[in-house]
C-alpha cells in the first residue's frame, strides 16, 4: 500500500515518488500521524467498453426474429444492433467495417446471418451475451446482391450480380455443388443478361419451388429437383421486390415504374392484374401516369378478413418536396402515412412464423435513416406504439455532455415525475412488440444521470443507471427568447448563423438542483427545481458588458511557463473610461452607428408559463460593446450554498449573484494576476429594459485601482516583450494582436488604422461562424492533434500552442493568443498564504496555464444574505502550468476530497415554512491551519501537467508531466474504490489515471484512436469507475475503466436468446392431407448436400473461421449456458480439424493413387524389353 507522508515531503526529506514525479521541499512541522495512505493500485483499472445507446448510425438492414421476438439493424460502418423489450440491447461490429446489406435470423436458434457489402457472410452466435461470429465465408468471384434462408432451413440461398444462385449449409458453412446458373434459368432465346438477382423465396407451399426474381423484370419458378424452369414470368419493367400469397397460388411483384402487378403462377402469359396505387388513372383508359419505384412490398393475410399489401415508395412524380410515405392497402382503402425521414426498410409483424399459414399481420417496423417506428396494424387510424428505446439522443445534434454517477437517490424519481407531464398522447394502447430477451442481473445499484444540450437549446436528463439508459425530463430553454418567425425578422445582433439557442456549456448542481447553462449568443440562464407550475410576468434580466482594451502592457509572467499574453481586459462602459474608436466597424454598423450595449437575443416580454421542473431565475446577456460582438463564453460554475454564478472568456470573468440579482464583478483576465483590496457591490435590481448599467464605472474605478498596483518597471518589461513577440512571431503579425477597436492610441497597434480595420473585420467574420454545427471547433482540434506531432517536447514556450477551452464550441478568436478563462472551482480553502482558517473561495484557470484565487465574503445567512453585499477580492496567482487548466479540486489533510459547499434542494415555490424546514446548507468542512501546518491540498490538471499544492503555504509538493508530445483533452477528479484519482483522456486516444496527491500513474492504455472530432468534444469521466462519449452523431457509447465493472459486466448485460418453443405447425386439414392440397416438404439434404451435388469449386468462396472459438469465449456468457456454448464451439473446432485431417488424408490418398499409377504404366513399358533395350 502507498504512503504519503507530508511531514516528510514538506521537511525536505526522501519522499514516495514515481520517476515522472517530483517533489519540492518546504519547512514545516505537521503531526507525527499526518499519513495519506493511497489504496488505489494499476489492478484496479481496466478500460472495456460497456453498453451502446442511441439510434444505429446510417442503417442499412433489418431483421426480426418472430419467435425470439428480437430486432436487428445493421448500419453502412458494419455494425450490428440488437433490440428486445426495453433495456434490452447489444452492440457488435464487424471486422471489415464494410456495409450490412442483409441480414437473416435463423428464427429460434439463437442465431443470425449477415451479409455484406464485400461479398461476405457471417454466422453470428447469440446464446452469449456478447455475440460473436462462429463462420465467414467470402466470395471471391461474384458479388452477393440477395440472400434467403427459409424457415426452419439449414440450407441458405445466395444470389449474384452475375444473376446465379449459389447454396450454403449454414451449420458447417459450406457451400454446396448444387449451382443454379442464370443462363439454365432464363429462356434460352434470350439475348440479354437477366441482371442482378434481386427476389429469391420459395413456394409456401412446396419447398422444391424457389422463385427467383431478376432485375429486368424476369420472375422464374425453379424446380429444384428436376433442375429446371417450370414457368417463366416476363414484364417490361424492372422489378425490386416480390412478395408470396401464404397459398403459393399468386405473387406479387413491385416495380420501377410505381406498378404492382400479381401473377398466378400457373398463368404465366400476362398478369392477372396490374395496379398504380399512386397514379392518375386516365379517363380515357389509357395507361396510369408512371410514379416512382415501389422499392418493397409485403402481402399479408388475414383469416377474418381481406389482405394487408405493404409498401414504400410508389409516390407520383409530381409529389415534389412531399416527405417518404409507407402505403398501406387493406380491403378498398388506401392508407398512407407520412414519415419524418426517408424509409431504410420496414418488415410486417405477423402471428405466425409459418409462411404457408394465414399470416394475421398485427404491426409494421419501419426502419428510417434517423427512427424507428413500430404502427399497429389492429387500430383505427394505423397510431404508432411508444418507443421505448432511447433513440431521440439526435433529436437536435448534441452540443455537450456531462455525465453524474452516484447521485443523490431522490433525484431520478423527480425528474421522472415532472418529465412524466411532458409525454405525448395518441399511441397504441397495446405492448410494445419487440419483446424479447432478459434484463441483467447487475449489481450496481447506484444513480446516474447524463445530460446533454443540443443545437436547438433543449437539454435532456437521462437515467443511465444500471447499463441502460432512459430520458427522465427535457428542458427547452429556448422559450425564454423571442422566436424570430422568418428569416427577415431575425434580428441583426444575432452572432451565429444557424442554432442561436444551441447549449454551449452547463453547470449542475445535484444537491441542490440547480443549473446553470450557456448558449452560443453569450447567454446565461440559471434555473431552479420546482414541482409546481408557476407563470412569471417578467423574466428577470442581467446585462453585462465585456470588453478587452488595448494598453501598454500585457499580463505579467506568473511562473515563466507560459508566454505573456497581449491584450488588458476591462469593463468599462461609460466614455470617459474608454477613448472611442478610432475607425466604426463597417461590417456590424447600424444606421446610427455601431452597435452597443445590445444583447445577441431578445428575450421575451411577455408572460412566461412555467411547467413543473427547472423554472428560470435569471437571464444574463453580454452586449455588444462599440460595434464588437460579446465572445463567447469558454467556462461556467455555480455554487448553490454562495449563491453565485461565474462565467469567463476570452475577454476576463463576471460573478453574479443570483439571489440578489447583481453583477458583483466585471474583471479582465490580467486584472487578477495582481492582489486587490476587498470589492463590494451594493444590490441592485435587474433592469427591465436594456439600457447602459449604471454601476459599471465603479468596477471601472476598481479595474483602475488594480491596475495602477504595476510597477513602472513591469510595465517596462511587459512593453519590451511586446514588441520581441511582434517582431519575432512570423505567425502572428502585430494586427493579430490586436483584440479591440475600442484602445486609445497608445497601443503599437493603433499605429496602422488599415491593419486594425482589417482586423476587425475578420473578427466579426469569424464570430458569426462559431456555432456553425461547431465546425471551426473540430478545424481547430484537427489543426491541434496534427501540430501536437509536430511539437518538440523539450520547448516550454510550445506548450502554449495547446490553448484550448473547455466549452463544447469555440470561437477560432482564440487562434489570435488571447488568453481566455477556462475553468472555475469554488471551495472552501484558504486564499492567501497568511490565512489559518478557511472561508469561500473560486479558483479560476486560464487557457495560459495559471490559477490564480478569489476570495469571497459572503454576508449571513437570511435576509441579510438578500440585503449586504457580497465582498470579492482578488489574491493574484496561486501556481503555472504548461497548457491550459483543465480542472481543479481540493483535498483535505486525508486525502479525502473536498466537493464544494452546497445548500440542499428546498421548493422555491413551497410555503416558507417548508422552506426553513428544507433549506440547510451543508456544512462545510472547518479545518484550521496552525502556523506553519498545510492541511488542504489543491488538485490541478492542465492539457500537460497534474500538480498538487499545499495550503495554505502554497507549496508545490508534487508534479508529472502527463504528456509531451500530446495534450489532454478532458480531466476529471473522480472517486473510485473509496479513493480519489486524476483520469485523463488525450488527443492521441491515451485514457490515463493519477493517483491522489502523489500523482503516481496508474492506467496508460491507447485505447480510443480520435478518429472523431465529435469524441473530443463530449468525452467526460465520472465517479466509479464510469465514463462516455458521443460515438456518432446519433449514438453515446459508455465504458468503463474499473476492473471490478469488467469483471461483473457478464453478469450486468442482458440477454437476447431466451428458450421458448417455436409454435406448432398449421394443422392440413382432413382433406388436404388426404388429397395431398398441403404443403409439400423438401428432403433438401438429399439435394444439396455433397453426396447429391458434389463439392464446390474451392476458388469460389473462401471459409473463414469466426472468432467465435475458444478466445471468442473468454468474454461470453458464465454458467450452464456459457458451458454449453464453449462445448458446441469447442465442437466445431474439433469438427473443422477433422475435417482438414480428412482433407489432407484424401489428397494423400490420391497422391498414393496417382504415384501408383504412374508406377503401373512405367511397369508396363518396360516390361518385355531385354536389358539391352533399356
Known amino acids: 500500500m502507498k504512503k504519503f507522508n507530508i511531514r516528510k515531503v514538506l521537511d525536505g526529506l526522501t519522499a514516495a515518488s514515481s520517476s515522472s514525479s517530483s517533489a519540492a521541499a518546504q519547512s514545516g512541522t505537521p503531526r507525527e500521524n499526518d499519513v495519506i495512505q493511497e489504496t488505489l493500485q494499476s489492478e484496479h483499472f481496466q478500460p472495456c467498453k460497456t453498453v451502446r445507446h442511441g439510434f444505429p448510425y446510417q442503417p442499412s438492414s433489418m431483421a426480426f426474429d418472430p419467435v425470439q421476438k428480437i430486432l436487428a439493424i445493421g448500419t453502412q460502418a458494419g455494425a450490428l444492433r440488437l433490440f428486445g423489450r426495453a433495456g434490452v440491447e447489444c452492440y457488435c461490429q464487424h471486422e471489415s467495417g464494410s456495409a450490412v446489406i442483409q441480414l437473416q435470423f435463423l428464427v429460434n436458434e439463437g442465431a443470425l446471418v449477415s451479409a455484406l457489402a464485400d461479398d461476405s457472410i457471417h454466422l453470428w452466435n447469440l446464446r452469449q451475451k456478447i455475440p460473436a461470429i462462429l463462420h465467414s465465408l467470402k466470395f471471391n468471384r461474384e458479388r452477393i446482391t440477395y440472400c434467403h434462408l427459409p424457415f426452419q432451413s439449414k440450407w441458405l440461398y445466395i444470389g449474384t450480380e452475375r444473376g446465379n444462385i449459389h447454396i450454403v449449409n449454414v451449420e458447417s458453412f459450406t457451400l454446396s455443388g448444387y449451382v443454379i446458373m442464370w443462363n439454365k434459368a432464363i429462356e434460352l432465346s434470350t439475348k440479354t443478361h437477366p441482371g442482378p438477382v434481386v427476389h429469391i423465396s420459395d413456394n409456401p407451399m412446396d419447398e422444391g419451388k424457389l422463385l427467383i426474381g431478376f432485375e429486368c423484370g424476369v420472375v422464374v419458378l425453379w424446380d429444384l429437383k428436376c433442375k429446371k424452369a417450370d414457368y417463366r414470368y416476363t414484364y417490361d419493367e424492372a422489378i425490386h421486390s416480390v412478395a408470396w400469397h401464404h397459398e403459393g397460388k399468386q405473387f406479387v411483384c413491385s416495380h420501377s415504374d410505381g406498378t404492382l402487378t400479381t401473377w398466378n403462377v400457373r398463368a404465366p402469359a400476362k398478369p392477372a392484374q396490374i395496379i398504380t396505387p399512386h397514379g392518375k388513372q386516365p379517363k380515357d383508359g389509357k395507361k396510369p401516369e408512371p410514379c416512382k ?107 455537450c455532455c456531462e455525465y453524474f454517477a452516484d447521485c443523490p437517490a431522490e ?43 443540443h443545437a436547438d437549446g433543449s437539454i435532456k436528463f437521462w437515467d443511465a443507471s444500471a447499463l441502460m439508459l432512459q430520458v427522465l425530463y427535457k428542458l427547452k430553454t429556448a422559450k425564454v427568447f423571442e422566436r424570430a418567425r422568418s428569416k427577415e425578422e431575425k434580428p441583426s445582433t444575432e452572432i451565429v448563423e444557424e442554432d442561436p439557442f444551441a447549449i454551449q456549456t452547463l453547470s449542475w448542481c445535484p444537491e441542490s438542483r440547480m443549473l446553470c447553462v450557456a448558449g452560443v449568443s453569450a447567454h446565461v440562464i440559471v434555473y431552479r427545481f420546482s414541482k409546481q407550475e408557476i407563470t412569471t410576468e417578467t423574466v428577470q434580466l442581467l446585462e453585462v458588458r465585456m470588453q478587452c482594451e488595448f494598453s501598454n502592457g500585457d499580463s505579467p509572467d506568473p511562473g515563466g511557463e507560459q508566454t505573456p499574453t497581449l491584450p488588458t481586459p476591462g469593463a468599462s462602459s461609460s466614455p470617459q473610461d474608454s477613448e472611442p ?100 457591490r451594493q444590490p441592485r435590481s435587474p433592469r427591465k429594459q436594456r439600457q447602459p448599467s449604471g454601476d459599471i464605472p465603479t468596477v471601472t474605478s476598481c479595474m483602475s485601482r488594480l491596475s495602477n498596483l504595476y510597477t513602472e518597471s513591469m510595465k517596462k518589461l511587459r512593453s519590451s516583450h511586446l514588441t520581441a513577440c511582434d517582431t519575432n512571431d512570423g505567425s502572428n503579425t502585430s494586427e493579430d494582436r490586436c483584440k479591440s477597436p ?95 482558517l478557511v472561508s469561500p473561495c473560486l479558483l479560476v484557470g486560464t487557457t495560459q496555464g495559471t490559477v490564480m484565487m478569489v476570495a469571497l465574503s459572503l454576508p449571513p445567512g437570511g435576509d441579510q444574505r438578500l440585503q449586504q453585499p457580497v465582498g470579492i477580492s482578488s489574491c493574484g496567482t496561486l501556481v503555472s502550468l504548461k497548457g491550459g487548466i483543465l480542472t481543479m479540486a481540493l483535498l483535505d489533510a486525508t486525502g479525502t476530497l473536498l466537493p464544494p459547499a452546497y445548500e440542499s434542494w428546498y421548493d422555491p415555490n413551497a410555503s416558507d415554512e417548508d422552506k426553513e424546514k428544507n433549506r440547510r446548507r451543508r456544512p462545510a468542512s472547518p479545518p484550521s491551519s496552525q502556523e506553519g501546518q498545510d492541511s488542504q491540498f489543491a488538485v490541478l490538471c492542465s ?73 473530443a468534444r463530449t468525452f467526460c469521466f465520472s465517479n466509479l469507475g464510469q465514463a462516455l462519449y458521443l460515438t456518432s452523431a446519433t449514438e453515446i457509447q459508455r465504458i468503463t475503466y474499473s476492473q471490478e465493472t469488467c469483471d461483473n459486466l457478464q453478469e450486468m448485460l442482458s440477454e ?92 494423400m490418398m490420391a497422391s498414393a493413387d496417382s504415384f501408383s499409377k504412374h508406377a503401373h504404366d512405367m511397369m508396363l513399358k518396360y516390361k518385355d524389353k531385354k536389358w539391352y533395350q533399356l
Not at 295 to 318: H, I, N, Q
Open 411 to 453: 433525484l431520478i424519481p423527480a425528474l421522472y415525475s415532472v418529465g412524466s407531464r411532458q409525454k405525448r398522447q395518441g399511441y397504441s394502447k397495446k405492448e410494445w412488440p419487440i419483446s424479447g430477451g432478459n434484463w441483467g442481473q447487475g449489481t450496481q445499484s447506484y444513480p446516474e444521470i447524463i445530460i446533454t444540450g
Open 293 to 399: 419505384p415501389i422499392l418493397k412490398v409485403e402481402y399479408k393475410t388475414t383469416r377474418a378478413g381481406d389482405p394487408f399489401m405493404v409498401l414504400s415508395g410508389g409516390l407520383s412524380y409530381d409529389t415534389v418536396g412531399r416527405r417518404a410515405c409507407l402505403t398501406v392497402m387493406h380491403g378498398k382503402s388506401t392508407a398512407v402515412l407520412e414519415m419524418d425521414y426517408p424509409i431504410v426498410d420496414f418488415l410486417t409483424l405477423c402471428e405466425t412464423p409459418y409462411p404457408n399459414d394465414f399470416q394475421e399481420p398485427y404491426a409494421v417496423v419501419v426502419l428510417l435513416e434517423k427512427d424507428l417506428v413500430v404502427i399497429d396494424l389492429g387500430q383505427i387510424g394505423y397510431p404508432i406504439f411508444e418507443n421505448p428505446y432511447p433513440l431521440t439522443i439526435h433529436e437536435s445534434p448534441v452540443t
Open 1056 to 1147: 437476447l436468446f431466451t428458450p421458448v418453443e417455436t409454435p406448432e405447425a398449421p394443422n392440413r386439414g382432413f382433406f388436404k392431407g388426404l388429397f395431398g392440397g398441403g404443403a409439400q416438404s423438401l428432403d433438401r439434404e438429399d439435394l444439396f448436400g455433397e453426396t447429391a451435388s458434389g463439392k464446390a469449386s474451392r476458388s469460389l468462396a473462401q471459409h473463414i473461421p469466426g472468432p467465435g472459438g475458444m478466445e471468442g469465449m473468454k468474454g461470453a456468457a458464465s454458467g450452464v449456458v456459457g458451458d454449453l456454448a464453449r462445448a458446441r464451439i469447442a465442437l466445431d473446432e474439433r469438427g473443422q480439424k477433422l475435417g482438414e485431417l480428412d482433407e489432407r488424408t484424401a489428397a
Open 742 to 836: 475600442t484602445s486609445g492610441s497608445t497601443s503599437p497597434c493603433n499605429s496602422d488604422d488599415e491593419r486594425k480595420q482589417k482586423f476587425i473585420q475578420k473578427v466579426k467574420f469569424k464570430s458569426r461562424r462559431f456555432s456553425k454545427t461547431v465546425a471551426n471547433d473540430f478545424a481547430k482540434m484537427s489543426r491541434k492533434i496534427s501540430s501536437s506531432s509536430e511539437q518538440k517536447p523539450d520547448l516550454d514556450a510550445k506548450d502554449n500552442s495547446f490553448i484550448r477551452s473547455r466549452s463544447s464550441s469555440v470561437s477560432s478568436i482564440d487562434r489570435e493568443s488571447r488568453e481566455a478563462i477556462s475553468s472555475f472551482h469554488f471551495c472552501e480553502s484558504f486564499p492567501r498564504k497568511i490565512d489559518s
Open 581 to 680: 474608436p478610432t475607425q466604426p466597424s463597417t461590417g456590424s454598423n447600424s444606421c446610427d452607428g455601431p452597435r452597443d450595449n445590445i444583447p445577441c437575443l431578445k428575450v421575451r416580454s411577455s408572460p412566461l408559463k412555467q411547467s413543473p421542473g427547472y423554472q428560470v431565475e435569471l437571464v444574463i446577456q453580454l452586449v455588444w460593446v462599440s460595434g464588437e460582438p460579446p465572445q463567447p463564453i469558454s467556462s461556467l460554475a455555480i455554487n448553490s450554498s454562495y449563491g453565485l454564478v461565474v462565467f469567463g472568456n476570452s475577454n476576463g470573468l463576471a460573478v453574479v449573484d443570483y439571489l440578489q440579482k447583481t453583477l458583483l464583478l466585471n474583471m479582465g483576465t490580467s486584472e487578477l494576476y495582481s492582489p486587490s483590496e476587498p470589492y463590494q
Open 943 to 1015: 492539457e500537460k501537467q497534474a500538480k498538487v499544492v499545499a495550503m495554505p503555504s502554497q507549496t508545490r509538493i508534487y508534479k508529472h508531466n502527463i504528456t509531451e508530445t500530446s495534450f489532454v483533452l478532458r480531466a476529471d477528479v473522480v472517486q473510485m474504490a473509496g479513493a480519489n484519482c486524476i483520469a485523463c483522456f488525450c488527443a492521441n486516444g491515451h485514457i490515463m489515471t493519477l493517483s491522489l496527491p502523489s500523482l503516481r500513474p496508474l492506467l496508460d492504455v491507447n485505447y480510443l484512436p480520435l478518429t472523431d472530432m465529435r469524441i
